[in-house]
Structures are given as structure tokens and as C-alpha cells.
């Protein structure tokens, strides 16, 4: 059962920018938080930037002024606005949605893969 759908992730120069979308289902899309983690190859997976159902957004320091989380309540979808990319980037990226971060994440998609070329 497929629950949270990632799409977006390629291959794009340092400077350029990417944009990801995450869909849920609408019982997941009620959830409390939904956001994004990614993984470089061989390191552990980060939080990257998550939206509260109030709207309220948070940022890694590392993606602050970057990257912009926003969602459409209309399509069930939350995005990550991607701008000015870094090689350091590169990784793995998860959607993630449920009552809050890390371990209090219920419910996590497939990952879309993000490459930066230096």
C-alpha cells in the first residue's frame, strides 16, 4: 500500500535548482507534520525542513534561505523548493509525514535520488 509518493529528484549543476513533491494520501496529509530527511551515500540520514499543519516551517541551518517546504492542501502534496544547490546536496531524499520528527515520523516514502555536479 502505497502511501506517500515522491517525485522530482535528477541530476543538476551547483547554482541550479530542483523541485520535489511528495503526495499523500488524505488521511496522511492530516497528519500533525509532514517534511523531508535525506541521506548521502554512506552518512546518516538529516532533517532537512518540515510543515506543521498550522503552516508553521523549519529549516536545517544547512538549507535555511535555500530551500523553501510548502504544500498544497487541494492536491494532498507537499513540495521542497530546492534553489542555489551545493554538491554537499547529494543524497537521498525522504518524505516523511506523522506526529513529529525523527522517531515520531509514522510514515516515510521511497526516497527520490538528488545529485549536484560540482
Known amino acids: 500500500q502505497v502511501q506517500l509518493v515522491e517525485s522530482g529528484g535528477g541530476l543538476v549543476q551547483a547554482g541550479g535548482s530542483l523541485r520535489l513533491s511528495c503526495g499523500a494520501s488524505r488521511s496522511i496529509f492530516s497528519t500533525n507534520v509532514m517534511g523531508w530527511y535525506r541521506q548521502p551515500s554512506g552518512k ?6 518540515a ?7 523549519n529549516y536545517a541551518d544547512s538549507v535555511k534561505g535555500r530551500f523553501t517546504i ?11 523548493q530546492m534553489n542555489s544547490l551545493k554538491f554537499e546536496d547529494t543524497a537521498v531524499y525522504y518524505c516523511f509525514a506523522g506526529k513529529g520528527l525523527g522517531s515520531l515520523a509514522d510514515y516515510w516514502g521511497q526516497g527520490t535520488q538528488v545529485t549536484v555536479s560540482s
Open 44 to 49: 546518516q540520514r538529516e532533517w532537512v525542513a
Open 51 to 57: 510543515i506543521f499543519s498550522s503552516g508553521t516551517t
Open 70 to 80: 510548502s504544500r498544497d492542501n487541494a492536491k494532498n502534496t507537499v513540495y521542497l
